[in-house]
């Protein structure tokens, strides 16, 4: 089965910009989508497809892709950023969907 | 919308616990829906889609064979029965809706604890 990697934890000053990093051979051929998850809660749909982001969810908050890694970017990064966040794609087969392995985002 | 897991519980290993999502304030018949699951401490594991009409389902490795998704679109419910329970199988179980191969919309999850 297909693999995701991310790198395990990634620090940002407040108002500057982070990218977080997902990388796997299936992102070659499917889109990756974003998922923040705060402590004691359900993950929360922040980027999915080439670029969208579902209502409510903050502009700073970018998708991209080349090759075999997606990025999430967050521009102006806020204090209520601070959080994990995980890349899901579908695998090779494309019936069947993997999580990458989760980065922790703090903001300093 | 709404999704709201129950059937969580404490289960012995070998043994099986059904979950059940409530789906409510969208079109449940017209939306594929997915289970995903997060052991404690640890990260997201997708483990199973069924689609919007039933006539597919797809599981992660861990789960094929013990586990069967299945859907009532009259009932507006999302179900997971899970047998042959292991000690891996312990985390917070979601479900979620399916959207442009995304999951959109998350329920608040259910504990399912497999121990002795």
């Known amino acids: 089965s297909s693999e995701l990697t991310q790198d395990p934890a990634v620090s940002v000053a407040l108002g500057q910009t982070v990218r977080i990093t997902c990388q796997g051979d299936?992102?070659?051929?499917?889109?990756a989508s974003w998922y923040q998850q705060k402590p004691g809660q359900a993950p929360v749909l922040v980027i999915y497809?080439?670029?969208n982001r579902p209502s409510g969810i903050p502009d700073r908050f970018s998708g991209s892709s080349s090759g075999n890694t997606a990025s999430l970017t967050i521009t102006g990064a806020q204090a209520e950023d601070e959080a994990d966040y995980y890349c899901?794609?579908?695998?090779?087969?494309?019936?069947?969907?993997?999580f990458g392995t989760g980065t922790k985002v703090t903001v300093l | 919308v709404q999704l709201v897991e129950s059937g969580g519980g404490l289960v012995q290993p070998g043994g099986s616990l059904r979950l059940s999502c409530a789906a409510s304030?969208?079109?449940?018949?017209?939306?594929?829906m997915h289970w995903v699951r997060q052991a404690p401490g640890k990260g997201l594991e997708w483990v199973a889609v069924?689609?919007?009409?039933?006539?597919?389902?797809y599981y992660a490795d861990s789960v094929k064979g013990r586990f069967t998704i299945s859907r009532d679109n009259v009932k507006n419910t999302l179900y997971l029965q899970m047998n042959s329970l292991r000690g891996d199988d312990t985390a917070v179980y979601y479900c979620?809706?399916?959207?442009?191969?995304?999951?959109?919309?998350w329920g608040q999850g259910a504990l399912v604890t497999v121990s002795s």
């Open positions: 497809g080439k670029n």
């Open positions: 979620a809706t399916d959207q442009d191969y995304a999951f959109d919309n």
């Open positions: 069924i689609w919007y009409d039933g006539s597919h389902k």
């Open positions: 304030g969208f079109t449940f018949s017209s939306y594929g």
């Open positions: 299936s992102l070659r051929r499917y889109y």
């Open positions: 899901n794609s579908r695998d090779s087969s494309g019936d069947l969907y993997v």
